[in-house]
């Protein structure tokens, strides 16, 4: 009995045993410092291949498992997650919301606390941003946000990197945000903060981002401006980004439209942007609505660079949360 109990003495304890988990929840729940190591990482990673080097992995994350929720339907949360815990060593658990008894009544406190039990950590694509947040309150692993309707933070990591692929660091730079004040605009709004670079956003006052990330900006000092003229928005703008007009589950489909119809990014209006501006979109895009073909297939864009780098950016904030 007493070898047994050295060798357990021995035994590295696992990452997920720590007090206070780590948590990627937004953007702006962490400081620049570590945002900027994992935006680093994430560039390290991509540079090395498929087989992410031995230093940049967790310690132990041959036997960590993610669980990976899904309230919402994914074609690249879902893929760059399962992919990523594979190529950093560790394996994934896909569980739609009808494969849980959380779709059936049981409560997400309780749902927390017994994949606390079987897994070492949960990434979720909610509905609502409470899920999330009652998950965190009750896991005892760390959680990752992979996107609510209140922010996207994944997807603008994945951003940050692709622009510095393309431009350098994003520090002192300009980028324009032309459409729906949504949840990725939310996680730009962070990110312009928490990074150092200037953030124009231009949308139908009627969907300007929600107050609350507004007031976390004025209170950051953040270089941040909201209006609704995007060609005031774009003018001279290293980088500019849009999304689709109407998400999962908004019933308003063609008021949004309406509304949103002189937001369309369209080759005029790249041409206001700096010579070497770069487009962005998360995709799914809707060619001949938030953005003209000629731009979504044309030189500037880089969308397929940024959807890969999901997998990448996220490999980099896995490795964070699993204490690497």
Known sequence: MSS?????????????????????LDIADLDSKTLRRIIDAAHAMKKAGKRVPKELRPKGIEDLVLAMIFEKPSTRT??????????????????????????RGESVADTARVLSRYVDGIMIR?????TLMELVKC????????????????????????FEEHLGPIRGKTVAWVGDGNNVAVSWMHAAVRF????????????????????WVIREKGRVEIGTDPERAVKGAD???????????????????????PYAVDAKLMSKAAKNAIFMHCLPAYRGHEVTEDVLEGPQSVIFDEAENRLHAQKAILAWCFGA
Do not use: Y
């Open 4 to 24: 047994i109990m050295n060798e357990l003495e021995k035994a590295p304890q696992s990452m997920t045993s720590q007090t206070s988990p780590r948590h990627f």
């Open 126 to 130: 909610a509905n609502a941003h409470a």
């Open 239 to 261: 980088c500019v980004v849009t999304d689709t007009w109407v998400s999962m589950g908004q019933s308003d489909a063609g008021k949004r439209k309406k509304m949103l119809a």
């Open 196 to 215: 150092g670079f200037e953030l124009r956003l231009a949308c139908p006052k009627a969907l300007f981002p929600e107050d609350e990330a507004v007031a």
């Open 78 to 103: 879902r893929v760059s997650f399962d992919v990523a815990m594979r190529q950093l060593g560790g394996g994934g658990l896909v569980l739609n919301h009808t494969d849980l008894q959380l779709g």
């Open 139 to 162: 896991a005892t692993i760390p959680v990752i946000n992979g996107l609510t309707e209140k922010s996207h933070p994944c997807q603008v990591m994945a951003d940050i990197q692709t």
